[in-house]
T-cell receptor, first 115, second 111 residues
Framework: NAGVMQNPRHLVRRRGQEARLRCSPMKGHSHVYWYRQLPEEGLKFMVY????????ESGMPKERFSAEFPKEGPSILRIQQVVRGDSAAYFC?????????????FGPGTRLTVT | DAKTTQPTSMDCAEGRAANLPCNHS???????VYWYRQIHSQGPQYIIHGLKNNETNEMASLIITEDRKSSTLILPHATLRDTAVYYCIVRVVTGGFKTIFGAGTRLFVKA
């Protein structure tokens, strides 16, 4: 059973470009969470999604950031017009269902560098 | 979610038990104690969780005080690969689906 997959593992973007980060949850998991970790800081919750629904986006910046988890395919975290402050590691986690959400399995992360 | 307090860093000799404390004096009756760890540059890894009874699995043991205001994660025989940041988190099981990570404890296991 493959773990949570994230791609790309490393992404370099110039200021003003768009970044698209993908997350494929573990098989059978229908809940996805995105976290951001700035250099030398802890993980910060961004958004929680189920298939086709955003459940909690309280940690998402109000502008430029969006997330989706379509019926088919991976979850996508999209950052428009990236700035240097967006440089961070972005981790995705998945869980089987809400009542077992403590079983959050994390992916290896995508390291975004904005030049 | 209740706030937790952990030491910033700890050292442990290889082969010895590593005891990582966590204070959560404002924990509510329906909140569990969870532990995750993050080895350098990797995604966090779930270790163990408990409500009020002590728990043990293949990775660690969790000791929760009777008043539930503090807990200790025990790695019985620490290895160099256990060097990581350990996060103590308290949250409800249902409804509290997002995990709030604090600063954690940076554990250094030394040969």
């Amino acid at each position: 059973n493959a773990g949570v997959m994230q791609n790309p593992r490393h992404l370099v973007r110039r200021r003003g470009q768009e970044a698209r980060l993908r997350c494929s949850p573990m098989k059978g998991h229908s809940h996805v969470y995105w976290y951001r970790q700035l250099p030398e800081e802890g993980l910060k919750f961004m958004v929680y999604l189920q298939k086709e629904n955003i459940i909690d986006e309280s940690g998402m910046p109000k502008e430029r950031f969006s997330a989706e988890f379509p019926k088919e395919g991976p979850s996508i975290l999209r950052i428009q017009q990236v700035v240097r402050g967006d440089s961070a590691a972005y981790f995705c986690a998945s869980s089987p269902w809400r009542e077992r959400s403590y079983e959050q399995y994390f992916g290896p992360g995508t390291r975004l560098t904005v030049t | 979610d209740a706030k937790t307090t952990q030491p910033t860093s700890m050292d442990c000799a290889e082969g010895r038990a590593a005891n990582l404390p966590c204070n959560h004096s404002t924990i509510s009756g329906n909140e569990y104690v969870y532990w995750y760890r993050q080895i350098h540059s990797q995604g966090p890894q779930y270790i163990i969780h408990g409500l009020k009874n002590n728990e043990t699995n293949e990775m660690a043991s969790l000791i929760i005080t009777e008043d539930r205001k503090s807990s200790t994660l025990i790695l019985p025989h620490a290895t160099l690969r256990d060097t990581a940041v350990y996060y103590c988190i308290v949250r409800v099981v249902t409804g509290g689906f997002k995990t709030i990570f604090g600063a954690g404890t940076r554990l250094f296991v030394k040969a």
